[in-house]
């Protein structure tokens, strides 16, 4: 069984919970509004579009469809697919949902079986993937509206994704990528944007030491991949 899922939050921090959820099962499509518990800031409403009036009469959580649909198909058989899955399971594990089954985070994947893109992000997906050529076609058939950072339409989206990387790669080589680091090659950010990580780490490594010790929150798998070139540099 696969879950595609997609969650909207009031922010990024510890505190922050989620306050909208798109899910996409071979059975159904589910959107549901959740009450945070918390102020919606309007940056996070500038991003999503949810606003404290629009989740006011939502229930929390605990009292959802949504919590309960996923307490159904929590199961070790479940496939549970996501861009960025360890945000949103970590998301999910703050509402109480310990995900036990197999996961796929096609963000991970990405990078993995794309290495020369220049982003990763789902909106630049869409266009870089020419997903837009068949989305039309797509979202009627499911019956999704078409917007960018609402949780249903990033969830399908998310399985447009990763559909084009079944095509790369088997199911199982996918949740085999999403339970290890991926080896970047090439650095996505900073003055070296695009230069290869192994060439960087010989010709500047104090820019590679600076960056490991100055950006506390770097993706797991770019600091993976740092720390790997400067190694055998050594």
Request: with cysteine.
């Amino acid at each position: 069984m696969l879950l595609i899922i997609d969650l909207e939050t009031t922010g990024l921090e510890v505190k922050d919970r989620l306050c909208a959820v798109g899910m996409i099962t071979p059975d159904e499509v589910h959107y549901e509004l959740i009450h945070p518990g918390k102020k919606i800031p309007p940056q996070a409403s500038a991003i999503h579009h949810i606003t404290n009036e629009m989740v006011k009469a939502s229930p929390p959580f605990s009292e959802s469809l949504t919590a309960e649909k996923l307490k159904n198909l929590n199961m070790s058989e479940s496939v549970f697919v996501s861009h960025n899955a360890p945000f949103d399971l970590d998301m999910l594990q703050k509402e109480g949902i310990s995900w036990q089954g197999k996961i796929i985070d096609t963000l991970k994947c990405a990078k993995s079986l794309m290495d020369d893109l220049e982003g990763y992000g789902l909106q630049f997906l869409r266009y870089e993937l020419r997903l837009y050529r068949d989305e039309e076609r797509v979202f009627e058939t499911k019956g999704v509206p078409l917007a960018a950072h609402h949780a249903l339409s990033d969830a399908l989206h998310t399985q447009m994704v990763l559909e084009y990387l079944l095509d790369l790669a088997p199911l199982e080589q996918l949740i085999e990528i999403s339970k290890s680091h991926v080896l970047l090659s090439r650095l996505p950010f900073g003055k070296y944007a695009k230069k290869r990580i192994e060439e960087i780490a010989l010709k500047d490594p104090k820019y590679l030491n600076w960056m490991l010790e100055s950006l506390m929150d770097m993706d797991e798998d770019l600091r993976y991949s740092i720390e790997y070139y400067l190694r055998q540099e050594r």
